[in-house]
């Protein structure tokens, strides 16, 4: 079992920046690929920012990209997720999901391919 705390969620002007963490449970976090996801009220669920566990490597939708930026540290079992420039529309729940052993070097990039998450942080940002 992973268990998932995230934080650094708040209000924030537009312009502004804010820096997500993921706290994950388990003593091979080395071996999850982790993911950003967020979620606006009325609307799904959607994809944000993915690491790999192999190489480190990241995926982004296309809406963030130049403008946040996911990593990790395995020694702290912690992810982030830096987000600059932040815009009104980016308002939402987000959260973090980790998936053990799975993707490889491969991002993964849907709900579907993670099993674990985290409860969310609200992030909002005023015009």
């Known amino acids: 079992q992973v268990q998932l705390v995230e934080s650094g969620g708040g209000l924030v002007q537009a312009g502004g920046s804010l820096r997500l963490s993921c706290a994950a449970s388990?003593?091979?976090?080395?071996?999850?690929?982790m993911g950003w996801f967020r979620q606006a009220p009325g609307k799904e669920r959607d994809f944000v920012a993915g690491?790999?566990?192999?190489?480190?490597?990241?995926y982004y939708a296309d809406s963030v990209k130049g403008r946040f930026t996911i990593s990790r540290d395995n020694a702290k079992n912690t992810v982030y997720l830096q987000m600059n420039s932040l815009k009104p529309e980016v308002t939402a729940v987000y959260y973090c999901?980790?998936?053990?052993?799975?993707?490889?070097?491969?991002?993964?990039?849907?709900?579907?391919?993670?099993?674990?998450w985290g409860p969310g942080t609200q992030v909002t940002v005023s015009s």
């Open positions: 999901a980790a998936e053990p052993g799975g993707g490889g070097w491969f991002v993964p990039a849907n709900l579907a391919d993670y099993d674990y």
């Open positions: 388990g003593r091979t976090f080395s071996t999850y690929a």
């Open positions: 690491i790999s566990w192999i190489g480190g490597r990241t």
